[in-house]
């Protein structure tokens, strides 16, 4: 036990009061830092593309690299918070993601990028940003909620800074100086994780990492294994290393859920399919404004624009939800959300006028104020809390890959066509397509469990049949979620 843990269980709780808004606030910090990092790349699109000689495909490869990191390094985040603590995890996160930019800030060609800014200040960010809201779920119960509701504002605060930060120091000294500097900016993500000390509370209050129930069926199952065989047998240890991979698998990457519940499968195809496109705004809208003649500053404005509605839409989208009213039926404000996401980009197809386009940034920002705060909400309702965090980790890494692709293959759309509207006549396609996936499957499957309940009803009681509509809502709406409660990276 270390010596910040020790103090911690000597002392009084240290959760919802006290250093724990210390906590929360290196949160904000570490949100705006590492998630609202990745929109100022566009900013540096077009500089990059004179620089190295890049087309629109090859360039666009390095910031989806970084977001697919972002997000797909969640399992192997969780294996390293368990191993060494939230505080570490972080501070390493930190290190790696200044190392990464500084080393970006002296790369020679287009794919030594793809290494430095995306692999590994993705990694790095990755690991600040989701032990960072991890160690929230150890200094928060009551509040929890309201904490992670507060802390995911950072996000659009870094939607909004980022851009223009990015923008100066681009005009000012270069993308190179500003790629060096933005190394010592990510570098603070190791203040933060300073700031969260490790502390031991009451085992009621801590994420459950393992069910007493699979520990028991594993030691159940080694000793039925080990039953007149020696533990040193070559084909005991083979089938023992394969149930502890199988074991790890179930555990981060939760297959079994998949293949079993049918919402949480149309949900986790639905907005995969949806990563396809749902970046491509973030990623092509600075230089398509410029493409256009819009100046580099008002283009670098119109991503900040997003940003800035983001902070109030967000948190009120997130209280709007969960209102009793919207209860097992958030799935269909999400779905609108991404509706409405696909149907605001033919705005930039129209026109590409700066009054426009702004129009289009306030009612996309609108939209994604839906999506960000909805997106792991629904996640909650259509998987049981207790496997949360295995379904969590299939997910991001389903939605890492699609976006991975999405924008490299847009961009060679654009590099065939020489035409930037089919970024938006993509990202319509996919948006609009994996909106329409979910709101039909969900609408079929929820007649379904209704006839089937019915059918049950009868069975049951066929001198007198009652209907009871039955809710979609988890049972223990009171359950304490785990660590990894609100990961809003989009």
Known sequence: MSRGE?????????QDQGWAWMVLLAAVLLQGLTLGFPCCIGVFFTDLQHEFQASNSQTSWFPSIMVAVLHGGGPLCS???KRFGCRFVVMLGGLLSGLGMVSSSFCKSISQLYLTAGLITGLGSCFSFQAGVTVLGYYFVRWRTLANAVASTGVSLGFTLW???SQYLLDEMGWRNTFLIFGGILLNCCVCGAIMRPIQLASESLPQSAKPEEEAGSRAEEARLSNGASPHHPTLQQHTRRTKCFQVLQKYL?????CQNKGYQIYT???TWMMMGFALPHVYLVPYAIHNGVEERKAALLISIIGFINIFIRPLTGLLSGHRVFTGRRIYLFILAVLLCGLSNFICVISAEFSVLILYCVILSIAMSGVGALTFQVLMDVVEMERFSSALGLFTILESITLLIG????GLLVDITSDYHYVFYNSSFFLISAALFMGL??????KKNKLREASKARLDNPSRYQYSETSTEPKAENQSPPAVEYITSI
């Open 6 to 14: 020790a103090a911690g269980r000597g002392s009084a709780k240290p």
């Open 407 to 410: 924008p490299p293959l847009t």
């Open 269 to 271: 195809i639905g907005v």
């Open 79 to 81: 294996i390293l918070v």
């Open 163 to 165: 851009p223009l930060l």
């Open 254 to 258: 939760a297959f079994d859920i998949f």
């Open 441 to 446: 499957s969900f609408c079929a499957l929820e």
